[in-house]
Structure formats: structure tokens, C-alpha cells
């Protein structure tokens, strides 16, 4: 389970103060994946790498009884004049894995051939991404924080990317950042929306995508519609 408790994040730029996260307490709970759903500049992906422990909070913390991932794709904390290989490396031994087994599996999975040997300054958006999703992948998380998987790589690298991610959920909890909610409605068990510095968690996810869609101003489809009637 994550909880997050009096959670609050400021951020202050140019005499300007911007609330992401305003005094947020919940809770998500073991074995279900979490849709984190709110409009672009909510502080989506902030929360997220707050959970992650790779963003400090205002004040308030995070508490979790389990292991949990760096935000999935994410490869801010790669070392440029380290090869791939030698960041992946460096990664196994925080996270204390088996050193040649996780070079080899993101090998494997990054496809990157020959530039898995080579600087990690000098690769692409692309191969960052696929050397990121490879590391995240390799790695048994109790809770996995996704921001936007989908959009990562190109088209094939993407199925196989949501293929390995949907196997890793059969063991897994998650909390997912997505725009896609035909990739949400597949994954995700119930939902958190995140609007104005307040979030608000929902049981069932079709409540959430409703309050999200609401809040967005998007018309309620004919399904969605007779089962927001039928609810008490």
C-alpha cells in the first residue's frame, strides 16, 4: 500500500506560486493499478516522482510498505559518459539485482544493439526511452509509477512495451499517468483525479473517467450516461 499523508508541493518561480499538490492525504491500496487522471500541468508527473522518492515534497510525505519503481521510461537519472550498459549496471547494484542477468535482459529488450555500448549522452530521445523502459522492466517492483508508457518508442517497441508491462501487473500494483483511456480502461482497477492541488480517489474507474471528463468539459458518451443514471 502507498499512503500519502498531508502530501503538499509549491512550486515558486518568478514570484509566482504554483499549487500541485495541496495538503493531500490517500491511500493506494495493495494489488490495485491506480489511473492518475487531470488536465496537462495538474502536477501529474510531480506527484508521480514524489511517490518515487525522486522529488521532495513541500511537506507531508509518502509511506509505502512494499518496493517502489522511478517513474517507467523515465531516464533523468542516467550518467551521460556511462554507456547504457554501464548505467544499467549501476542501476542493479542499487536496487541490488543480479548485475549480468539485468545487462543482458535490457540488451535484449532495448534492441539497441551496438549503441548499448556507447555513451548514454550520445543517444537519442528514442534510445533513452527504450533504455529506461528496459531497465524499469527488468527489475521486480511490488509498485510500478507509469507516466505515459504508451508513448514510448516507436510503434512496435510500444505493443511490446504494454505486453511486458501487462504481464509484470499480474503480480504487480501500479499507479498509471495516461491520456489513452482505452490503455487505462485495460489496465487500471480503480482511479484518482488530480485537479486544482486536490485529489479525489474513486473505487470504481469509470467513476473517475467520468469526474475527469466532466471537469474537462467532455460530453458524457450514451453508456457512460445511463450508468452515471443508475448510480445511487
Not at 8 to 15: A, E, F
Not at 85 to 93: G, I, L
Not at 100 to 123: C, I, M
Not at 152 to 164: N, T
Amino acid at each position: 500500500m502507498i499512503v500519502l499523508q498531508n502530501l503538499t508541493k509549491i512550486y515558486r518561480r518568478v514570484g509566482k506560486k504554483t499549487v500541485v499538490a495541496d495538503n493531500i492525504s490517500a491511500a493506494f491500496p495493495t494489488g490495485e493499478s491506480v489511473a492518475l487522471l487531470g488536465r496537462n500541468g495538474a502536477g501529474k508527473s510531480s506527484l508521480l516522482r514524489m511517490i518515487a522518492g525522486t522529488m521532495l515534497p513541500t511537506s507531508g510525505k509518502v509511506m509505502s510498505d512494499g518496493t517502489v519503481s522511478w517513474p517507467v521510461g523515465f531516464a533523468g537519472s542516467f550518467h551521460g559518459e556511462l554507456t547504457g550498459a554501464q548505467n544499467v549496471r549501476f542501476v542493479a547494484r542499487i536496487y541490488g539485482v543480479d548485475t549480468d542477468a539485468l545487462v543482458d535482459y535490457v540488451d535484449d529488450f532495448a534492441e539497441l544493439g551496438v549503441n548499448y555500448h556507447k555513451p548514454f549522452s550520445t543517444y537519442s530521445s528514442g534510445m533513452r526511452a527504450r533504455l529506461a523502459m528496459g531497465t524499469s522492466m527488468g527489475i521486480d517492483f511490488d509498485t510500478y509509477l507509469v507516466d505515459e508508457v504508451s508513448s514510448v518508442g516507436d510503434a512496435s517497441f510500444r505493443e511490446k512495451s504494454k505486453a511486458v508491462f501487462a504481464d509484470r501487473m499480474t503480480n504487480s500494483s501500479s499507479v498509471v499517468v495516461s491520456h489513452s483511456m482505452p490503455f487505462i480502461r485495460g489496465l487500471c482497477t480503480m482511479g484518482a483525479v488530480l485537479e486544482n492541488g486536490h485529489l479525489e480517489t474513486f473505487p470504481d474507474l469509470e467513476d473517475a473517467i467520468a469526474y475527469h471528463e466532466t471537469l474537462m468539459g467532455v460530453p458524457l458518451s450514451r453508456p457512460m450516461r445511463k450508468a452515471a443514471a443508475a448510480r445511487p
